[in-house]
Nanobody, 126 residues
Framework: QVQLVESGGGLVQAGGSLRLSCAAS????????MGWFRQAPGKEREFVAA????????YYADSVKGRFTMSRDNAKSTVYLQMNNLKPEDTAVYYC???????????????????WGQGTQVTVSS
């Protein structure tokens, strides 16, 4: 199991930016892929972005492509989600998740992850 702690959420106006961070501990960070999911009130949790364990591949939901960028810093055992041009529909609790070591898959499904953070709230006002 991996322990994950998200930070960086908050309230921002539409068109603004936020950067989420997720610090990991408990397993060699460079060996597992990471993902971001979000859950808006009354909706199911959905995939946002992911990065492979090597960092060589990133994946994005169509709704955030071109606006969000995910990256990882293995030296700090941290992944980031840079969110630009935020929209009110981006309002949600954002969760980071860790996959099994050396896992290779789509990274878009919740079942592909075995550890989850507690979430951080992002609110975008219009």
């Amino acid at each position: 199991q991996v322990q994950l702690v998200e930070s960086g959420g908050g309230l921002v106006q539409a068109g603004g930016s936020l950067r989420l961070s997720c610090a990991a501990s408990g397993r060699t960070f460079s060996t597992y892929g990471m993902g971001w999911f979000r859950q808006a009130p009354g909706k199911e949790r959905e995939f946002v972005a992911a990065i492979s364990w090597s960092g060589g591949s990133t994946y994005y939901a169509d709704s955030v492509k071109g606006r969000f960028t995910m990256s990882r810093d293995n030296a700090k055992s941290t992944v980031y989600l840079q969110m630009n041009n935020l929209k009110p529909e981006d309002t949600a609790v954002y969760y980071c998740a860790a996959a099994a070591s050396y896992y290779s898959g789509t990274y878009r499904r919740q079942y592909e992850y075995d550890s989850w953070g507690q979430g951080t709230q992002v609110t975008v006002s219009s």
